[in-house]
Nanobody, 122 residues
Framework: QVQLVESGGGLVQAGGSLRLSCAASGRTFSSYAMAWFRQAPGKEREFVAVISWNGGSTNYADSVRGRFTISRDNAKNTVYLQMNTLKPEDTAVYYC???????????????WGQGTQVTVSS
C-alpha cells in the first residue's frame, strides 16, 4: 500500500520561506515521478511542480517558477518543495503525488498524501 506523508507546512509572512517534505513508502520510490499540487479555498486543485524519477527533469507552474524548487532524495524516499519569496496567493493545502510513470504525474492515476496547510500572511 502506497503511503505519502507530507510535512513542513505552517504560517509564514509574505516574503518568507518554507520547505515541504513528502515521505513515501509502499512502492519503489525511485522508479516514479513525483509532484506537488495545491488547492486554495474555493478553487480547484492545481499543479505546482513535478520531478522525474532520477531528478534529471523538473517542471513548474508559471506562478511559482523561479521561487519554488522541487527536489528528491531517493535514498530517503523523500521529495521536497523549497518555497521562497512566498506570497499570500500561495496560501493553500499542498499535496504530494506519486505518479505511475517515470517522468510525469497524471493526477487521475496518482497516489496522494493527506496534504499540509501553507498560510502566507500579508
Amino acid at each position: 500500500q502506497v503511503q505519502l506523508v507530507e510535512s513542513g507546512g505552517g504560517l509564514v509572512q509574505a516574503g518568507g520561506s518554507l520547505r515541504l517534505s513528502c515521505a513515501a513508502s509502499g512502492r519503489t520510490f525511485s522508479s516514479y515521478a513525483m509532484a506537488w499540487f495545491r488547492q486554495a479555498p474555493g478553487k480547484e486543485r492545481e499543479f505546482v511542480a513535478v520531478i522525474s524519477w532520477n531528478g534529471g527533469s523538473t517542471n513548474y507552474a508559471d506562478s511559482v517558477r523561479g521561487r519554488f524548487t522541487i527536489s528528491r532524495d531517493n535514498a530517503k524516499n523523500t521529495v521536497y518543495l523549497q518555497m521562497n519569496t512566498l506570497k499570500p496567493e500561495d496560501t493553500a493545502v499542498y499535496y504530494c503525488a506519486s505518479g505511475t510513470l517515470s517522468s510525469t504525474v497524471n493526477p487521475r492515476s496518482a497516489y496522494w498524501g493527506q496534504g499540509t496547510q501553507v498560510t502566507v500572511s500579508s
